[in-house]
């Protein structure tokens, strides 16, 4: 899947090493509301579980000149409820403000109600993130309440209906 300036493929063992090297550099683990050991074998665990279970679809991110630049991913996905969780890494430095996540989560919001039949897509970020917040607002999900969340977190929905309703690009 492609959209200026990025396209989604599938994540490869080779990518490890680079994920594993950006989650190192400094303050990018705390960014994240998933955690594991940041260690070769942690991504590698990472990796394996969302290859592993049909509820995760995770992609990497390549930019114009075929470089990888994030992941971005739905887990969760749930068959019931028609949701799954959306998360989304850029490389640190300066991949980053580039528009390269953005365009990641139009596909992937794109895929998620057009082609999986998604009704809601969520994402969970540390209060403190707030590169993440204003990224989440201009895709657009709008932050809910939810009464037994830490008060750490906060929690951002986009529905189907707020998806067909937004002016995206796709
Ligand atoms: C949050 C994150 C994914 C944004 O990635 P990015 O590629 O830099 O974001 P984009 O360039 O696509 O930015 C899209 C919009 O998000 C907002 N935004 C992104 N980073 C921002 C920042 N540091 N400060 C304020 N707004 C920001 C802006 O509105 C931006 O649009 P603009 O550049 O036209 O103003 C990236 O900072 C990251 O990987 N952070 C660590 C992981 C994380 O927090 N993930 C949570 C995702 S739910």
Request: charged residues 25%.
């Amino acid at each position: 899947m492609s959209l200026t300036p990025i396209t989604l493929r599938a994540i490869e063992i080779s990518d490890i090493e680079v994920v594993t090297y950006w989650l190192k550099e400094p303050r990018v683990a705390e960014e994240l509301s998933w955690h594991f050991p940041l260690t070769f074998e942690g991504t590698k665990a990472f990796f394996d579980m969302l290859a592993s279970d049909q509820r995760n679809k995770g992609f990497a991110i390549e930019n114009e000149a075929g470089g990888l630049v994030g992941l971005t991913m739905l887990y969760g996905i749930n068959d019931n409820s028609r949701e799954a969780w959306t998360g989304t890494l850029i490389a640190p430095g300066n991949s980053r403000r580039r528009g390269y996540a953005k365009a990641s989560r139009l596909l992937l919001a794109e895929h998620a109600f057009g082609e999986l039949n998604l009704k809601r897509l969520l994402s969970k970020i540390s209060r403190s993130n707030i590169a993440a917040e204003k990224f989440l607002l201009s895709l657009p999900y709008s932050e809910i309440v939810e009464t037994d969340e830490s008060y750490d977190f906060k929690i951002f929905e986009l529905t189907r209906s707020a998806w067909r309703q937004s002016n995206h690009p796709i």
